[in-house]
């Protein structure tokens, strides 16, 4: 049985600030360019929290059914 909505903010209330942890979010569709591509967005506090600053770089590795998101520092000069 698919968890509802409700119980997807119950369990992000109670992981607040805590790491690991798990959320939830739903694939879309960005249409353009003729076709329509897959897309995940990606916005909270949280993400700050994680270490995910704004600016900086993400670096993205794709496996099959994962995806593994680590942020890069810019380089100091």
Same mark, same amino acid.
């Given at each position: @049985?698919? &968890?509802?909505?409700?119980?997807?903010?119950?369990?992000?209330?109670?992981?607040?600030?805590?790491?690991?942890?798990?959320?939830? @979010?739903?694939?879309?569709?960005?249409?353009?360019?003729? %076709?329509?591509?897959? %897309?995940?967005?990606?916005?909270?506090?949280?993400?700050?929290?994680?270490?995910?600053?704004?600016?900086? *770089?993400?670096?993205?590795?794709?496996?099959?059914?994962?995806?593994? *998101?680590?942020?890069?520092? &810019?380089?100091?000069?």
């Amino acid at each position: @049985m698919k &968890p509802s909505r409700s119980e997807f903010s119950d369990q992000s209330k109670n992981i607040h600030s805590k790491f690991p942890s798990i959320r939830f @979010m739903t694939i879309g569709l960005w249409p353009g360019y003729g %076709c329509k591509k897959s %897309c995940i967005r990606i916005q909270s506090n949280w993400l700050r929290e994680a270490g995910f600053i704004p600016q900086w *770089l993400v670096k993205v590795t794709v496996r099959q059914g994962k995806l593994v *998101l680590e942020p890069i520092a &810019p380089s100091e000069p």
